[in-house]
């Protein structure tokens, strides 16, 4: 995060891809999309192109790992070797580890494990095309794909991130200011119950700052949590409708 | 990680933490009793063990010439790698590192990488062909719960101790001279982890309490009192009120430790 050669934001307050400030990318969202899976979803941020499928509940494998009064949820976040510039090994990394872990942590307050006793749930997300803000666009996406597949929740998770680019704080993060931009915060939430499920940090931001970036990414998450919601309800309202 | 308390006790801990107190006596912005000690290992380059209560965690750093990353061919590299070694709990298990390791090692990494604690760029020798790598290993070697705020108490005190070879250029091979330098530090970045139990807030959750706990998060404030780093881990989760008093007492707290150590 040193190196800071460019101007993220020129003289007018817009960003290298034209945005303001306080502005999100273009966003699209489809759920349904995969035919195999429970439950689905595709999600397009700027140039993030990221597609979640759910298993589950199912029989928990191997066996030993089942637990009596709840459900275990588990999550796979994996980069395609082609979704970067330089090609990535398929091999999981040490990141894409500790982010399934952290993704895993962020869906698993919004879902009643003790619903499905003995049962395992699989979130599998590929990221295709990473552009900054992966882990954000991955959980959106995984949740609606929770939904598509019918697990009873207590609300969708919806992730933003924001941050610090040229001294003002920024919402969604695309690539070149993640990396060169001076602080990241990536913040999940479910909105109805305002409840943070995830919140990570890199960069240094004074006690104001953060505080403005955490609020700014919480305005962020409810935008797109509109999104989440009209897209499950336009999917649903024309099975319905077809089923008439 | 598995629940090896009764729930009689974990509702016990509850319980009193919803009052105010917790089982061992202290407040609920209290650490357990802390001890730094440096240089226990003389064949490594530098070396840290920290107690935080009965949680004992070591921390040796080693040095070695390598290549820098093409895109920071100036800086000088730093790796950092945790071992939940299986001596150290009943719930370890030998075997490659599993994503708790991974968190704890990346955590501990981005407190000492996001704070600029080492100054990267005096560790260049030759840019974009040789430069100082260094090797931060976390050893934890008794859990009892916090191994977060160990580990990078225990990383900090390794760093602060570590002494590297002087050294020369001689038609492009490096060669080492008598004497020791010390690593150039900028930054003290120390990290605070908090539980959330019930609706309150415990610093330093020691096992039981984590084991009760609904999720935790951590944060590291470097020397001016910025934030640098923050996790949040576990199931549970947090309001954004909750979050910012996390902010102002991860501060406060970090204040005290370095003043407490005189760093």
């Known amino acids: 995060m040193s190196q800071k050669q460019e101007k993220l934001i020129d003289k007018k307050g817009s960003r290298l891809d034209g945005r303001k400030p306080d502005e999100l990318r273009p966003i699209k969202i489809e759920v349904g999309v995969l035919s195999n899976a429970d439950g689905s979803a595709y999600i397009e941020q700027g ?33 395609a070797p ?11 990394s040490r990141r894409e580890i500790e982010l399934s872990k952290v993704i895993r942590e962020a869906l698993e307050p919004s ?17 295709l095309q990473a552009d900054g803000s992966t882990r954000c666009s991955s959980i959106t996406a995984a949740s609606l794909a929770l939904a598509d597949a019918g697990i009873p929740m207590r609300d969708l998770v919806v992730a933003c991130s924001a941050g610090k680019a040229d ?73 319905k409708e077809a089923e008439e | 990680m598995s629940s090896v308390i009764t729930r009689v006790k974990q509702k016990q801990i509850a319980q009193l933490i919803a009052k105010g107190k917790r ?34 965690v070591m921390v040796g750093v080693k040095i070695e010439i390598g290549e820098p990353f093409s895109d920071t061919p100036n800086e000088g590299v730093l790796t950092v790698n945790a071992e939940l070694v299986p001596l150290a709990s009943p719930i370890f298990e030998p075997g490659p590192p599993d994503e708790n390791s991974i968190e704890l090692a990346r955590i501990v990494d981005r407190g000492i990488r996001e704070s600029e604690a080492i100054d990267v760029e005096k560790l260049c020798i030759d840019p974009g062909k040789k430069v100082f790598v260094i090797f931060l290993d976390v050893y934890v070697l008794n859990h009892d719960g916090n191994l977060i705020d160990a580990s990078a108490l225990a990383a900090l005190a390794a760093l602060l101790n570590t002494k590297m070879a002087n050294y020369e250029i001689e038609e492009g091979e490096v060669k080492i001279k008598p004497g020791y330098t010390s690593l150039p530090m900028r930054s003290h970045p120390i990290t605070t982890t ?20 609904d999720a935790r998060l951590s944060m590291a404030i470097d020397d001016d009192g910025n934030i640098c780093a923050i996790q949040k ?31």
């Not at chain 1, 990221?50 to 796979?76: F, N, S, T, W």
């Not at chain 2, 240089?39 to 949680?55: M, Y």
């Not at chain 2, 908090?194 to 706990?213: R, S, T």
């Open chain 1, 47 to 79: 140039k993030n192109k990221i597609l979640a499928a759910i298993y589950g509940p199912k029989e928990v494998h191997p066996k030993h790992l089942a637990l009596q009064d709840r459900m275990i949820l588990r999550c796979r976040y994996h980069m």
């Open chain 1, 82 to 92: 082609f979704s970067v510039q330089e090609r990535k090994s398929p091999a999981p």
């Open chain 1, 111 to 127: 879902i009643f494990l003790d619903y499905y006793p003995r049962t395992s749930i699989d979130v599998f997300i590929e990221v």
């Open chain 1, 167 to 239: 001294d003002t704080i920024i919402l969604d993060l695309m690539d070149a200011e993640d990396k060169m931009g001076s602080a990241d915060v990536p913040v999940a939430l479910m909105p109805n119950l305002n409840a943070i499920t995830l919140l990570q940090m890199d960069g240094i931001l004074t006690h104001e700052e953060f505080e403005n970036a955490i609020g700014l990414a919480l305005e962020g998450c409810k935008k797109i949590y509109a999104l989440q919601k009209e897209v499950l309800k336009t999917k649903y309202v024309g099975v």
């Open chain 2, 23 to 56: 089982l061992d006596g202290r407040g609920l912005t209290d650490h357990r009793e802390i001890k730094v000690e440096q240089g226990l290992i003389e064949r490594a380059e530098g070396s840290g063990r920290v107690l935080l209560g009965k949680t004992e």
């Open chain 2, 194 to 213: 908090f539980a959330k139990i019930g609706e309150k807030l415990v610093v330093d959750p020691w096992l039981e309490e984590e084991q009760v706990m």
């Open chain 2, 233 to 263: 881990g576990g199931n549970g989760y947090f309001s954004p009120e909750q979050v910012l008093e996390v902010a102002k007492i991860a501060k406060e707290k970090a204040e005290e430790i370095r003043k407490k150590l005189d760093w």
